[in-house]
């Protein structure tokens, strides 16, 4: 792991060397100024992580550096110290640009509590960077499967997802209806290597019975009657590149079949023909069946099941991942801002309340049309509750409580409440982590690490 790079400007020479024998015990490596001038050289020539500054020094204070210093300031997180600490002149740091204010005398594992929220604030901006990366890589439909989300779950399941682009793995992606299973299998059609070949999409449950084979398989000239041409099957398109089988549960008992051996034996018959053909494709399905409960029932094949479970992938319904609803409603509104040529840029925090507490039985693709209400009757350019669902309206405070948690731990369900009166406070002063802060009478480094803890998301 590399060391975080520290500089140490103080004017007290007994204090330089305090805090750097301090702080180098703990991982730093660390340089040092003896007032504001000083610092800025230091600067102009290296990068810190970390910058711990006295305020009241000759030559140049730490307030006036702050200012001097500006852009070459860079990422640095930068702490201030003095011994005639006011809540003014903390007020005065922060405004410059400070991250937090120590007053002296403090106790080392004040300086080195503080350093650490300092290394979660920074991991949480950079995080939230790469958060708006993605964001702005799904409105230019480049990103990995045009996905929004927060979550510790779904943000896992990315990177399983992209792990296994690259190689011909059979995949099943497994979710309720709406949840974005299709998404999730172009996602990583995109990242493989066969982006350049078809994905070819079939619904296993549309295509009556009796279609089913010519569908797969094609057909020759004369095969049948009504066969003047030859006819190539959904497979053969497919060769070279991905067939993403959705619903692959309705898919009927002598099809499953045939499938199978497509998948062991990498070739097919189409109807009519004298010969097989070999064909290169890759295999990803998707259900909101439970194959294994299908299986145990005798409505669907055991070693077809095995064949196509060799990774599954599971996506979470959103009543489970409810951190992700503030982000996804402000994706499909800027979405169908354009779409319509609409200006609706917020959502009130009584609306927003009910979208959290709402249990989304259609998932993702029942948010998406609520929003699309939203901005289609949004009389301003703010979507209220009036411009919601009729359902939505109904959830009950009770019922919200009910659906966000219904365990028995007294720490989770007070974790529910910390994150829900956090988001609402940020919502309330328009992001702004200063205000918010007094709102919540919490501490400023309070604030950044559970903002961080519950990945709540600021535009």
Request: hydrophobic share 40%; with cysteine.
């Amino acid at each position: 792991m590399n060391q975080k790079k520290l500089l140490i400007v103080d004017d007290e020479e007994n204090m330089r060397h305090m805090l750097q024998a301090m702080v180098s015990r703990h991982g730093y490596t660390v340089e040092t100024a003896v007032d504001g001038q000083d610092a800025l050289s230091k600067i102009a020539h290296s990068q810190f992580d970390f910058i711990l500054c006295d305020i009241k020094m000759p030559n140049m204070d730490g307030i006036s550096f702050l200012h001097k210093a500006g852009k070459d300031l860079q990422d640095s997180t930068v702490i201030m110290m003095s011994a005639f600490g006011t809540v003014d002149m903390a007020l005065e740091a922060i405004k410059a640009g400070a991250y937090d204010f120590i007053s002296k005398p403090f106790k080392t594992d004040e300086v080195l509590l503080t350093l650490k929220k300092a290394e979660e604030r920074e991991l949480l901006r950079q995080e939230n960077r790469l958060l708006k990366e993605q964001i702005q890589e799904i409105k230019s439909g480049e990103g990995f499967d045009k996905m929004v989300a927060a979550s510790k779950v779904m943000l896992s399941l990315f990177t399983l997802a992209r792990k296994v682009a690259p190689f011909n793995t059979t995949v099943l992606i497994i979710g309720e209806s709406g949840t974005g299973k299709e998404l999730v299998a172009k996602g990583i059609y995109a990242a493989s290597t066969r982006n350049k070949k078809p994905f070819i999409t079939v619904n296993c449950g549309s295509i009556p019975a009796n279609l089913l084979e010519s569908e797969f398989f094609g057909y020759v000239k004369g095969a049948f009657t009504g066969a003047d041409r030859t006819r190539k099957g959904l497979l053969a398109e497919a060769n070279g590149g991905t067939l993403f089988l959705d619903e692959i549960g309705e898919l009927p008992a002598e099809m499953q079949v045939k499938l199978l051996r497509v998948l062991q034996e990498g070739e097919i018959k189409p109807i009519g023909a004298n010969k097989t053909e070999l064909i290169d494709v890759r295999i990803l399905a998707a259900t909101a069946k439970n194959l294994e409960d299908a299986v145990r029932q005798g409505t669907f094949r055991e070693d077809l099941f095995y064949r196509l479970n060799v990774l599954p992938i599971t996506i979470p319904p959103l009543r489970e991942r409810t951190e992700d609803i503030p982000l996804l409603a402000r994706h499909f509104m800027h979405k169908f801002n354009l779409a319509m040529e609409r200006d609706v840029r917020s959502i009130t925090p009584e609306a927003m309340e009910k979208l959290l507490a709402y249990n989304w039985p259609g998932n993702v693709r029942e948010l998406e049309n609520s929003i699309q209400r939203g901005v289609v009757l949004a009389d301003a350019q703010t979507i209220g509750l009036e411009h919601l669902p009729p359902q939505l309206a109904l959830t009950s405070p009770a019922e919200s409580q009910e659906q966000c948690f219904s365990g028995f731990s007294m720490k989770e369900a007070q974790k529910i409440m910390e994150e829900k009166i956090i988001r609402r406070a940020l919502q309330k002063t328009k992001g702004n982590r200063l205000q918010a802060k007094k709102l919540l009478e919490i501490s400023y480094p309070s604030l950044l690490s559970k903002i961080k803890e519950y990945q709540i998301v600021i535009d």
